[in-house]
């Protein structure tokens, strides 16, 4: 088998780079090859993955943060080799639908893995594995991206920051939310589209979610004061969010989001500006490696 390691130095405030001498102590003596690159920039990884990926087959380790795992994801889909997680960033929000140990000991389980297939969504042409939203959580999001930057501050309390710096400027929108059959027009504040069930350093948006199942589960938050607002999110850290009479809840293939004005979209961390967003769901569309 070949092995690919994606390494992303500024992922986590360089927690990566170490693991560089702990694969090499653990492949010396095997037959494998193994390749490491070290990633310089956004979108680096995606275009060295099919670079690799393209003359080959390999199990692609991810080492970084969700980001640095959608960029190796979009840089393998349709392809026949599989993806591995090394949880190495301030969130690790997609491996917690995986695995709950991390550490030295997550390497050697995980290049011992196993192979199984899971879904992946899609949206506007970019693929993702976790979670994709707008409105509010990915001002919020744009915002805990640069508190990570600065010192002390980890996944969930970048995020908290992030939530206080947004909630009292935020303005919801105005949109169009197309569910299967039904569409309705909303005040939207959030909408969430999951194939997992956390993100922003832990937050269980997406308590039912299973990334085998074929379904999005996707949540929408109508307009709400700031206060209420705040109150929130500590129900999203918990899961228990559904029981907020503005929060609605439906599970489907596809979704679609409009709006006559500009809202960030943000896509397992990485957030554009746009005016509509289609989702759907590919069953069973990746092998992922999942630790023994």
Do not use: W
Not at 141 to 163: E, I, T, W
Not at 169 to 175: C, G, I, L, T
Not at 261 to 274: A, H, P, Y
């Amino acid at each position: 088998m070949n092995h690919l390691f994606i390494i992303n130095p500024q992922a986590g405030k360089g927690k990566g780079l170490k693991y560089i001498e702990l694969i090499k102590k653990l492949f010396k003596g095997r037959e494998d090859q193994y390749f490491i690159e070290l990633t310089q920039g956004p979108g680096d990884a995606t275009q060295i993955v099919k670079r690799y990926v393209s003359a080959g087959d390999y199990r692609v380790y991810s080492v970084g943060g969700d980001g640095t795992l959608n960029e190796v994801l979009n840089g393998m889909v349709n392809s026949y080799s599989s993806l591995a997680v090394i949880a190495s960033g301030s969130g690790n929000d997609f491996y917690r639908n995986m695995d709950d140990e991390a550490g030295e000991s997550m390497l050697c389980r995980t290049i011992n893995g196993v192979e199984k297939h899971v879904d992946i969504g899609k949206v506007n042409g970019r693929y993702f594995l976790n979670v994709a939203s707008a409105g509010i959580d990915a001002e919020v999001a744009y915002n805990a991206d640069r508190f990570k930057k600065l010192p002390l501050f980890n996944g969930m309390a970048a995020y908290a920051a992030g939530v206080f710096y947004t909630v009292f400027k935020y303005k919801s929108f105005d949109s169009n939310v197309t569910i299967g059959n039904s569409c309705q027009n909303k005040e939207t504040l959030l909408f969430a589209v999951a194939n997992g069930k956390y993100y922003g350093g832990g937050m269980k948006i997406a308590p039912l979610a299973d990334i085998s199942d074929g379904q999005l589960d996707i949540y929408h938050v109508d307009k709400m004061n700031p206060f209420k607002i705040i109150l929130l999110f500590p129900k999203l850290i918990k899961g228990i969010h559904g029981t907020v009479r503005e929060v609605s809840y439906s599970r489907s293939t596809k979704v679609n989001i409009s709006s006559e004005q500009d809202f960030l979209l943000n896509i397992d961390g990485e957030i554009s500006r746009v005016r509509e967003a289609s989702f759907e769901i590919i069953p069973k569309g990746l092998k992922m490696v999942f630790p023994r």
